[in-house]
């Protein structure tokens, strides 16, 4: 209950939250979505922490969408969630039927000027974001090394997945003199996570903390997996003591890319919907959203699961990505040659 009421509260004071929509604009939206079957898209296979947050949302939000509409879930994974995002932009109506948990790195991935992507993400409309929970590099428990300063003197080899943003960190840290090196191209998660406990690599590039809380509880507990850095824009209440990547920089120009490279992690479990939604249903969508994530019944579901939240408002989280989206043409130019080198 007082986390509810914290949520609630820190809601209202940024003056985002409006119980009820004007009875004109709830009549229109609560006739758009009365009977109305809307679709949850999910860039990801099932079972893992981006499924279960979306097929929770969509369980709860309809008793807090004006004609409370049912939900489906589908998922639609590959291409680091291009292929959802594009999807999204060509081949679903624009009318704020169908809502999409976004992955984080889509702003980022769009900025560099990936060629796959044929979205505009500032086009679309954020809804809000469930999870301002960071990426975290950690090492293994035997690997003899317990903090990130250590890697001036200790190499580390870390594995990944294959395109996954953690080799972007480790090229990052390898510029300001760490001694990390990555071995990607792992098919998951799990198979970064065996390849740890067979010795085959000594820590894990990038996993959101709020995942590895939900999956490897006994690992965070126990201290098996050892933080060294934290990919993000604040740091996690859980990991005071380390250090963000961009509290590594050393100069102003290494902390503008370093900031480039951490943002979209604030976004890190984001709904959106398409470009185009009337106003009324736009707003009715956030404010729904705004108060399912304060919801006791909502709350209690997601503690049960392991979900760790701590969300943003659609309005916040559209702030965020358009600050990534507006970086400067040289830092850029930096990331760029970090996240597409060979």
């Excluded at 291009?82 to 702003?107: E, K, Q």
């Excluded at 990038?206 to 507990?221: E, L, M």
């Excluded at 997996?225 to 509290?247: A, C, F, N, S, Y």
Aim: proline content about 7%.
């Amino acid at each position: 209950m007082k986390r509810m009421l914290f949520l609630l509260l820190g809601l209202l004071a940024l003056g985002c939250v409006q119980i009820a929509l004007p009875a004109h604009a709830q009549d229109a939206v609560a006739a758009f979505y009365r009977g109305r079957t809307m679709e949850m898209l999910v860039p990801t296979t099932a079972g893992n922490d981006f499924d279960l947050r979306g097929r929770l949302l969509a369980r709860f939000m309809p008793d807090f969408i004006p004609g409370h509409p049912t939900f489906i879930t589908r998922n639609m994974p590959g291409g680091g969630g291009i292929i959802a995002m594009n999807h999204m932009a060509a081949r679903v109506p624009h009318d704020g039927s169908t809502l999409h948990m976004m992955f984080p790195s889509v702003g980022t991935l769009q900025a560099i000027g990936t060629p796959e992507v044929t979205f505009d993400l500032r086009r679309f409309n954020f809804v809000g974001n469930t999870s301002t929970s960071p990426n975290v590099m950690v090492a293994w428990h035997t690997a003899g090394v317990t903090s990130v300063d250590a890697l001036k003197g200790n190499p580390l080899v870390l594995g990944t997945t294959s395109g996954d943003s953690g080799v972007y960190y480790v090229r990052a840290l390898q510029q300001l003199g760490y001694k990390v090196s990555v071995v990607s191209g792992y098919a998951g998660g799990a198979q970064v996570n065996l390849a740890m406990e067979r010795g085959e690599v000594q820590g894990r590039a990038t996993n959101a903390w709020a995942a590895w809380k939900a999956t490897k509880p006994d690992w965070v507990q126990d201290r098996t997996i050892i933080p060294l850095v934290q990919i993000g824009l604040t740091r996690h209440p859980d990991m005071k003591d380390v250090p963000l990547l961009l509290e590594l920089a050393p100069n102003a120009d290494d902390r503008a890319l370093l900031d480039f490279l951490s943002a979209s992690v604030a976004l890190s479990r984001s709904l959106v919907t398409t470009p185009g939604v009337p106003a009324d249903r736009l707003n009715a969508l956030r404010r729904a959203f705004d108060q399912t994530v304060a919801s006791p019944a909502f709350l209690a579901e997601a503690g049960k699961m392991g979900l760790d939240m701590s969300p943003l408002t659609g309005e916040q989280s559209q702030d965020i990505s358009h600050r990534i989206l507006d970086t400067p043409p040289d830092v850029i130019a930096r990331a760029k040659a970090i996240m597409l080198a060979p």
